[in-house]
Nanobody
């Protein structure tokens, strides 16, 4: 059993900042990649930022404003969000691509989501 637990969402004014955290726990052999996705009402889920080893990638809409980082010892990924805009409002989901044992395949796991609302 693997669990991804997100925290840090909330209501913030435009221009403000939030930091999301996502901790993976349970039966984990190795985590290959972690990332953040978001889904706004009426829209498809989209990749916000991902991190694999030392490499990161970002959606164009968040480049220069958001920073993804990872603590491998804690199996935790963070998303620092600065200069937030109303269009960043969405439910943010954590994703981990991991293997539960040396014999198992690698699969995607998701958190339950955390709401981020940017509004004055």
């Amino acid at each position: 059993q693997v669990q991804l637990v997100e925290s840090g969402g909330g209501l913030v004014q435009p221009g403000g900042s939030l930091r999301l955290s996502c901790a993976a726990s349970g039966s984990i052999f190795s985590i290959y990649a972690m990332g953040w996705y978001r889904q706004a009402p009426g829209k498809q889920r989209e990749l916000v930022a991902g991190i694999t080893g030392g490499s990161t990638n970002y959606a164009d809409a968040v480049k220069g404003r958001f920073t993804i980082s990872r603590d491998n010892r804690k199996n935790t990924v963070y998303l620092q969000m600065n200069s937030l805009k109303p269009e960043d409002t969405a439910v943010y989901y954590c994703n981990a691509h991991l293997r539960q044992s040396v014999l198992a395949g690698a699969y995607d796991y998701w958190g339950q989501g955390t709401q981020v609302t940017v509004s004055s």
